[in-house]
């Protein structure tokens, strides 16, 4: 501390008078405030609340889900109520096809008001190729929403996208192209 003496009395100067009366906490403290004026800087809305909780890995059967699905592909089982996943005889290749009924009046009038949309469709074609298959061993069942094929190497069960008339309808199988086509009515 820088004092004169002047007779009986001290003088001070304002350094020294300012290191007597300020303290090392107070300077800390002022060091504080400027580290937490800058933290604050940085904090911005979605910093309000307490912090979120860090997910633990969970090692059990039930894991939350994040996404909005109704179910994961594990809960579903492979294949449906009709097919047979024991089976191991591959599938053959297939086409889908849907057809209108289209007239002149239709095609150049729009009289009927027919769009191309699968609502204004009357029938389905089904294309499914057998390659080194005979007639006789083609086994085809129909169900409302489903066909069933079964040949001594292929098998299809396909889940078809409209209601059919499953009494209805004809199958014809082409031996030159090893192909079987099914026509199938709307309901």
Not at 28 to 43: I, M, P, S, V
Not at 54 to 79: C, L, N
Not at 110 to 139: N, R, W, Y
Request: net charge negative; with cysteine.
């Amino acid at each position: 501390m820088a004092a004169s003496l002047h007779g009986d009395r001290k003088t001070t100067t304002p350094k020294a008078l300012s290191a007597l009366l300020s303290t090392q906490q107070e300077e800390d403290e002022d060091e504080d405030c400027k580290q937490n004026a800058t933290a604050y800087r940085q904090l911005g809305p979605g910093h309000i609340g307490p912090p979120p909780k860090k997910e633990k890995e969970v090692s059990t059967a039930y894991t939350k889900r994040t996404s909005k699905d109704i179910w994961s592909e594990e809960e579903v089982a492979e294949g449906s109520q009709y097919d047979d996943l024991a089976d191991p005889r591959p599938q053959p290749e297939y086409e889908i096809i849907l057809k209108q009924s289209v007239g002149t009046e239709d095609l150049f009038l729009g009289l009927s008001q027919k769009d191309p949309s699968s609502m204004c469709c009357e029938a389905m074609l089904v294309k499914i190729k057998l390659p080194d298959t005979k007639a006789k061993d083609v086994f085809l069942d129909l169900k409302e929403k489903y066909l069933d094929l079964r040949t001594p190497k292929y098998k299809l069960g396909l889940h078809l996208p409209h209601p059919i008339q499953n009494q209805e309808g004809k199958a014809q199988f082409f031996s030159d192209r090893q192909e079987l086509e099914v026509t199938l009515l709307l309901k």
